[in-house]
């Protein structure tokens, strides 16, 4: 693969990505077999792309797009109760425009932030296999890449996208310390910038998924509170 000059560069040749055949065939059945809710729309049933400026300081980084949600709408976190959570407490805490992300031409924008997966297609029980991780490894190197002039901050949801993104991180620039950070709610490292650029401040929190969001293991306050501290560290808040 060419290196990309833009992530909108980027971006156009992710959609046509076939690499990994099992979320290919998955994600293009559950496009044409829908939800019943959902019968008269036209899924979208490709690669999701990151959502947000190509000039971010605070990415957000999720596991892979819902079937039923990104699969569907062609954004991030987008048509499903996940994403309602997550956009929620962005527009709360001053990061996005309005509370709801519904469907792509709603008018949502997202201030100096940026929302993406380390697996960009909607895997069965949203779980991708270890290869389909490595396999789309690519294209989270290539955002990090492009992103990193302006990435000050990295708010991580759940422990695979952690796992995921801590050897694309120390590739992009950002050597990950020893021992190894740990995965959790409100853990926060900072990590030196490895050459010129500058330190980023990498945040856990738990996954906005429906498991944790409907038995209250995390709540909305608890999102907020990660995303205003990751905010304040990204400087796209005001210290407090
Ligand atoms: S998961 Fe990533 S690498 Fe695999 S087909 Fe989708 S975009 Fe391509």
Same mark, same amino acid.
């Given at each position: 693969?060419?290196?990309?000059?833009?992530?909108?560069?980027?971006?156009?040749?992710?959609?046509?990505?076939?690499?990994?055949?099992?979320?290919?065939?998955?994600?293009?059945?559950?496009?044409?077999?829908?939800?019943?809710?959902?019968?008269?729309?036209?899924?979208?049933? $490709?690669? &999701?792309?990151?959502? %947000?400026?190509?000039?971010?300081?605070? +990415?957000?980084?999720? #596991? *892979?797009? !819902?079937?039923?949600?990104?699969?569907?709408?062609?954004?991030?976190?987008?048509?499903?109760?996940?994403?309602?959570?997550?956009?929620?407490?962005?527009?709360?805490?001053?990061?996005?425009?309005?509370?709801?992300?519904?469907?792509?031409?709603?008018?949502?924008?997202?201030?100096?932030?940026?929302?993406?997966?380390?697996?960009?297609?909607?895997?069965?029980?949203?779980?991708?296999?270890?290869?389909?991780?490595?396999?789309?490894?690519?294209?989270?190197?290539?955002?990090?890449?492009?992103?990193?002039?302006?990435? $000050?901050? &990295?708010?991580?949801? %759940?422990?695979?996208?952690?796992?995921? +993104?801590?050897?694309? #991180? *120390?590739? !992009?620039?950002?050597?990950?310390?020893?021992?190894?950070?740990?995965?959790?709610?409100?853990?926060?490292?900072?990590?030196?910038?490895?050459?010129?650029?500058?330190?980023?401040?990498?945040?856990?929190?738990?996954?906005?998924?429906?498991?944790?969001?409907?038995?209250?293991?995390?709540?909305?306050?608890?999102?907020?509170?990660?995303?205003?501290?990751?905010?304040?560290?990204?400087?796209?808040?005001?210290?407090?």
């Amino acid at each position: 693969m060419e290196a990309h000059a833009t992530l909108a560069e980027m971006d156009g040749e992710l959609v046509d990505c076939r690499r990994c055949p099992r979320l290919v065939e998955w994600r293009e059945r559950v496009a044409v077999e829908k939800r019943a809710a959902f019968r008269d729309e036209t899924y979208w049933g $490709r690669p &999701v792309p990151g959502f %947000g400026p190509d000039y971010a300081a605070l +990415l957000i980084v999720g #596991l *892979a797009p !819902a079937a039923h949600g990104g699969n569907r709408t062609g954004r991030m976190f987008t048509g499903d109760r996940s994403g309602d959570v997550l956009y929620a407490a962005l527009h709360a805490v001053g990061l996005a425009n309005q509370p709801t992300s519904i469907h792509i031409g709603d008018g949502l924008t997202l201030r100096g932030t940026r929302v993406t997966a380390p697996v960009h297609c909607a895997p069965p029980d949203n779980k991708p296999t270890p290869t389909e991780r490595d396999t789309c490894r690519r294209w989270i190197d290539e955002e990090l890449r492009l992103l990193s002039p302006t990435l $000050r901050a &990295v708010v991580v949801l %759940g422990g695979f996208g952690w796992q995921a +993104l801590l050897p694309a #991180l *120390a590739d !992009a620039g950002w050597p990950i310390p020893r021992p190894r950070p740990k995965f959790g709610h409100g853990a926060h490292v900072v990590l030196p910038a490895s050459g010129s650029g500058h330190d980023l401040h990498l945040f856990g929190c738990f996954h906005v998924s429906q498991q944790n969001t409907f038995t209250g293991r995390l709540t909305p306050a608890m999102v907020e509170a990660v995303l205003s501290e990751a905010g304040r560290a990204a400087g796209l808040l005001p210290q407090e």
